[in-house]
T-cell receptor, first 112, second 113 residues
Framework: DTAVSQTPKYLVTQMGNDKSIKCEQN?????MYWYKQDSKKFLKIMFS???????INETVPNRFSPKSPDKAHLNLHINSLELGDSAVYFC???????????FGEGSWLTVV | AQSVSQHNHHVILSEAASLELGCNYS??????LFWYVQYPGQHLQLLLK??????LVKGIKGFEAEFIKSKFSFNLRKPSVQWSDTAEYFC???????????FGAGTQVVVTP
């Protein structure tokens, strides 16, 4: 069973559209994250939730809105997509102790 | 400011050569240190981690890393690389005050046959 799963894996969409990426973890972790990896492989944290509460919100445009319906799920909704949003988005989770972070397989978003 | 620095962006070496990747961080307190690997087209996977104790940590696939507190460093090593070690390698640091995993910019390693 996949520990951290995210869907879709690939997403090609036009500028201006709204899209969502879903993430679920079955590890029983309390903390979940969204990271963005750009074309240069730089990995930047976007958001972090602990027990459904937002605890980290890096400088991310308001067009990005995370939602955590429960501690096992953290979805990412993106409004009015722009070309610069093209990247790989990784969901991840960790226990509250933070002793390790586990990543999903990534969602490749291409905005055309 | 909190930061994690990886010294090399790209490393090219031949099979059987030894590999050492540098990682430095800026934080004076207690840290948890990690190395992750990302094979082409895949997600990040944990290679090894250090929390406390023996500063020489052994991970999977023959990798090891040494924590040197005085140098704020956590360098990754492998004595003899294989073609299958071609990947992107990320150093990561977590502290209680940061409350997050901070990743370095990554080092792309290419092993030629």
């Amino acid at each position: 069973d996949t520990a951290v799963s995210q869907t879709p894996k690939y997403l090609v969409t036009q500028m201006g559209n709204d899209k969502s990426i879903k993430c679920e973890q079955n590890l029983g972790h309390d903390t979940m994250y969204w990271y963005k990896q750009d074309s240069k492989k730089f990995l930047k944290i976007m958001f972090s939730y602990n027990n459904k509460e937002l605890i980290i919100n890096e400088t991310v445009p308001n067009r990005f809105s995370p939602k955590s319906p429960d501690k096992a799920h953290l979805n990412l909704h993106i409004n009015s997509l722009e070309l610069g949003d093209s990247a790989v988005y990784f969901c991840a989770s960790s226990p509250t102790s933070g002793n390790t972070i586990y990543f999903g397989e990534g969602s490749w978003l291409t905005v055309v | 400011a909190q930061s994690v620095s990886q010294h090399n962006h790209h490393v090219i070496l031949s099979e059987a050569a030894s590999l050492e990747l540098g990682c430095n961080y800026s934080y004076g307190g207690t840290v948890n240190l990690f190395w992750y690997v990302q094979y082409p087209g895949q997600h990040l996977q944990l290679l090894l981690k250090y929390f406390s104790g023996d500063p020489l940590v052994k991970g999977i696939k023959g990798f090891e890393a040494e924590f040197i507190k005085s140098k704020f460093s956590f360098n990754l090593r492998k004595p003899s690389v294989q073609w299958s070690d071609t990947a992107e390698y990320f150093c990561a640091v977590r502290t209680d005050s940061w409350g997050k995993f901070q990743f370095g910019a990554g080092t792309q390693v290419v092993v030629t046959p």
